[in-house]
C-alpha cells in the first residue's frame, strides 16, 4: 500500500508531472483516434479498442506510480501498457487524419516518450514487483 499523501510522489520516484501532461494527451488522441481508424471496418472493434485502450491500463498498474491500485503489476507492464498507448495515437492518426494531423500525433508521442524515461528507469529500478 502506499503511504504517500494524495499528490506526493512516492520516495525514490522522480516527478514526471510534466511528462504526465504530454502523456495524457497522447492517450486522449490514442482513445479517439484508434476507434475512428477501425470504424469503418468494424464497429465492435473500434468499441472493443475503447475497452481496452481505457480499461486495461485502468485495471493494471505498479504499486507506487498511481495512488489505486486495482491490479498490481510489475513496472515493466506498466512500459508496454504506455508504449501500445503511444503506438495506438500515432498509428492509428496515420490511418484516420490528414497528414499534418498524423504528424503532429508522431510529434506528441516522439515528445512523451523521451519525457517517460525517467519514470520508466525508476519502474523498472530495485526490481519492482507487483504488490
Keep these: ?5 494524495v499528490g506526493e510522489t512516492p520516495p525514490g ?3 514526471d508531472r510534466a511528462a504526465s501532461v504530454l502523456r495524457f494527451a497522447t492517450e486522449l488522441v490514442a482513445w479517439v483516434a484508434t476507434p475512428w481508424a477501425l470504424a469503418d471496418r468494424s464497429w465492435q472493434l473500434a468499441a472493443l479498442s475503447v475497452v ?4 486495461v491500463p485502468t485495471l493494471f498498474s505498479t504499486p507506487g506510480d498511481k495512488t489505486n491500485v ?3 503489476v510489475p513496472g515493466w507492464i506498466t512500459i508496454l501498457l504506455v508504449l501500445l498507448q503511444l503506438a495506438a495515437a500515432v498509428v492509428s492518426s ?3 487524419w490528414p497528414a499534418w494531423a ?5 510529434l506528441l508521442a516522439t515528445a512523451a516518450l523521451v519525457s517517460e524515461r525517467p519514470r520508466w528507469r525508476w519502474l523498472v529500478s530495485a526490481n519492482r514487483l507487483a504488490g
Design 13 to 15: 520516484r522522480p516527478d
Design 94 to 96: 496515420w490511418l484516420a
Design 102 to 106: 498524423a504528424v503532429s500525433v508522431t
Design 1 to 5: 500500500m502506499n503511504n504517500a499523501a
Design 52 to 55: 481496452a485502450l481505457i480499461g
Design 70 to 72: 486495482i491490479i498490481a
